[in-house]
């Protein structure tokens, strides 16, 4: 075999391991990035069902309320019983959304709520100092 031709089959073979490693890493990259994603789907889904939770529950204590006002009798326990139990779906509320932020490499704005990078040191919203 000439010796230009065993010269070139050598270049395409090294490229073509480079090509081969090059992919297997971008396979990798794209697969953890993929579960990132799902990871942060499901805790959305979580936050998203929380929050539906915290609402029928306002929704109940404003029935109470209004109850209440028309002179009917008010099941206070069963009102202290919903609050404690929105203040419990709110932390975990918080808990979740710290989680995404995490997962996001994110952060949100104390002052606006905006979402900011993790290295970000002022707000891209408002300017506040993070």
Do not use: W
């Amino acid at each position: 075999m000439d010796d230009r031709v065993k010269e070139l089959l050598d270049r395409v073979r090294g490229t073509a391991l480079a090509v081969g490693e090059a992919a297997g890493v971008t396979a990798r990259c794209a697969g953890k990035c993929a579960g990132q994603m799902l990871d942060t789907a499901k805790l959305n889904m979580k936050i998203f069902d929380l929050k539906g939770d915290v609402d029928r529950d306002m929704q109940a204590i404003g029935r109470m309320v209004y109850d209440a006002h028309r002179g009917q009798e008010t099941d206070h326990e069963a009102m202290d019983a919903l609050l404690a139990g929105i203040d419990e779906k709110t932390a975990a509320i918080e808990a979740l959304r710290e989680r995404v932020a995490l997962l996001r490499r994110s952060r949100t704005c104390p002052s606006c709520g905006m979402t900011c990078g993790q290295e970000d040191k002022y707000c891209r919203g408002c300017g506040t100092s993070l």
